[in-house]
């Protein structure tokens, strides 16, 4: 079996270029079947956490199965620096780019260049508007936020008072907040009572965020917390643990992984998760970009599967199955889970 080549640097001309790609990591080992046959480049809008690596963890894992070299850059939030690495990509003339966009409407002009340019884009975890991708891959995020500001009204009945963390600094992201406030229009009794704007260049964390709203409505005045990500609704079920109000108040996620699943099997404040495929969004990308290259037809648009995972869920799980690996293709069916979405 021949292998590829998994290379995060090459010799640029400029300076500059080279710079912009320094976010890169060299993989230990070449890789796939398809050594030199061809060159695809991977802008990732973060890293940081469990999604973004599974995001990674996908992209590398498809290269491997379907051939490939490929050139890794991370945004680390910032869609400046990814149109600056899409910039950076295009004179590197690769056959295809995909990107997870740190913000799509902020990447919008360099995603339009590379198409420009002659090359096909494949995005994944969101759609950017305007450009025509060969194929976007993604979640409902309005109806994530919808489905998870419904479990809260049922778990209070429909009457309390609850507070909300959103991400409005991403288009893709803000659609679960504005999801979440369209189901609150059913319920007249809930009202929402405090709204932290997370915004991931402050330096107010989630934690800090909901430590504020907790000293702001004493035990009695809050019921719930949505989140618009797994990250706040751990953080925030931390503090609410240690402020001793986990019998009164509970938070909501979406993302799913390993770490969310670990914090809702203990059974505290954090209820459930939206669980996205985020694996399956960058596979996917990757197999359909080598059909399309083959003159096949590649869909344009999917809607990935998403799970609502809650503590019974990972309960009823055989032990010999690993939770944080039911978005890999085939994995949900084996572990009896059925999208939720």
Known sequence: MSKRLVKCGVVLMAATLVGLLGSCRKQDEPRGDAAGSSNFCVSLGWMENE????????????????????????????????????????????????????????????????????????????????????????????????????????????????????????EAWDLRGQGAKFALEKYPDIKLVQVHHHDSQTSISPLQAVESMLAAHPRGELDAIWCAWDGAAQEGAEAIKTAGRADEIITT??????????????????????????????????????????????PRFIISPVFAVDKETLDALDTSLKPEEYDVPGNAAKFGWKPEL
Not at 65 to 81: H, I, L, R
Not at 115 to 130: E, K, P
Not at 142 to 169: C, Q, S, V
Not at 271 to 290: D, E, G, L, N, P
């Open 51 to 170: 999604s973004g690596q599974r995001q990674r963890k996908g992209f590398e894992d498809a290269f491997e199965k379907f051939g490939g070299e490929v050139t890794f850059a991370n945004a680390n939030y910032d869609p400046k620096k990814q149109s600056e690495q899409i910039d950076a990509f295009i004179e590197m003339k690769p056959r295809a780019i995909f990107i997870t966009p740190s913000d799509p409407a902020g990447i919008t002009q360099a995603c339009q260049r590379a198409i420009d340019a002659g090359i096909a884009i494949f995005v994944a975890d969101a759609i950017v508007a305007g450009v025509p991708a060969t194929t976007s891959i993604c979640s409902s995020d309005f109806r994530m936020g919808a489905w998870t500001m419904d479990y809260i009204a049922r778990h209070i009945k429909g009457k309390g008072n609850i507070a909300m963390i959103d991400l409005p600094e991403n």
């Open 253 to 298: 996620g979406i993302d799913g992984g390993k770490h969310a699943f670990e914090v809702i099997k203990t059974g505290g404040p954090f209820k459930v998760t939206m669980a996205q495929s985020i694996y399956y969004m960058s596979f996917m990308s990757v197999r359909y970009a080598h059909e399309h290259l083959k003159g096949k037809q590649a």
